[in-house]
């Protein structure tokens, strides 16, 4: 079982960036498809990308294309995402999550990862 914790949230102005990093401790990373979500207030939980265990193949909601970027460093036990031109429409509780079947490319359906992290809140000010 893996565990996994996330960091890098806060708050930004608009247009700004932000680095999330999706930390994972017992066992290794590169056995898991890695996928970020997110919830805002009074939303559902939503797909914004994931990462296939190797890190050859991504997958991003077309909201978030072109402005956030996944990546994976499995030698360092961690997937990250990379956000730019930062919206307030962003804003929201983002989690990491582990897949553990084989599935290519990764999957966007939230009931598909095993496990979750706690999450990290992200503020977009206009």
């Known amino acids: 079982q893996v565990q996994l914790v996330e960091s890098g949230g806060g708050l930004v102005q608009a247009g700004g960036s932000l680095s999330l990093s999706c930390a994972a401790s017992?066992?290794?990373?590169?056995?898991?498809?890695v996928g970020w979500f997110r919830q805002a207030p009074g939303k559902e939980r939503e797909f914004v990308a994931a990462v296939s265990r190797g890190g050859g193949t991504t997958r991003s909601a077309e909201s978030v294309k072109g402005r956030f970027t996944i990546s994976r460093d499995n030698a360092k036990n961690t997937v990250y995402l990379q956000m730019n031109s930062l919206k307030p429409d962003d804003t929201g509780v983002y989690y990491c999550?582990?897949?553990?079947?084989?599935?290519?490319?990764?999957?966007?359906?939230?009931?598909?990862?095993?496990?979750w992290g706690q999450g990290t809140q992200v503020t977009v000010s206009s």
């Open positions: 017992g066992r290794t990373l590169s056995t898991y498809a």
């Open positions: 999550a582990a897949d553990s079947q084989i599935r290519l490319p990764p999957d966007t359906r939230a009931d598909k990862y095993d496990y």
